[in-house]
């Protein structure tokens, strides 16, 4: 199901990228409905992209997605899950730091990118004992 979700919420954002915000005027954008689209839908869509709380929740989403300095390995295996199966496999629940390591670092152990790397070295530097175990965890 969260797949599904996600290929529609793409969709709408394919759509608007291409058929929305590449027009200025309500006319233009009408005219350029893409054809998997009712006349009726789009019409609605881009009322709706017009209003002040479409355009208000577009640039909200926009400055929250630039907050995010930091990207996760798990893909849709949610955190519990993962330290659940850490938990099984090695008989100890992972810390909050060992957890943060197994889904910020690629398989070939490499963190996803330097903010990742700065936040798994500074719990190396504060907690030593940590290093070997957020290795081995990997």
Not at 124 to 136: A, E, I, M, R, V
């Amino acid at each position: 199901m969260k797949a599904l979700g996600k290929k529609w919420k793409d969709f709408k954002s394919g759509l608007k990228k291409k058929h929305y915000d590449a027009h200025n005027t309500y006319e233009d954008r009408l005219a350029d409905r893409d054809s998997r689209v009712l006349p009726e839908q789009w019409k609605q869509l881009i009322e709706y992209w017009d209003t002040e709380e479409g355009q208000t929740r577009s640039l909200r989403s926009k400055s929250n997605r630039s907050k995010q300095i930091t990207t996760h390995t798990a893909g849709s295996r949610s955190f519990a899950r993962i330290r659940e199966e850490k938990r099984k496999e090695k008989g100890v629940v992972p810390t909050r730091a060992e957890l943060f390591k197994i889904t910020h670092v690629h398989k070939n152990g490499d963190p996803m990118n330097e903010e990742c790397a700065n936040k798994i070295a500074a719990d190396c530097y504060c907690l030593p004992s940590l290093c070997s175990s957020l290795l081995s965890m990997c």
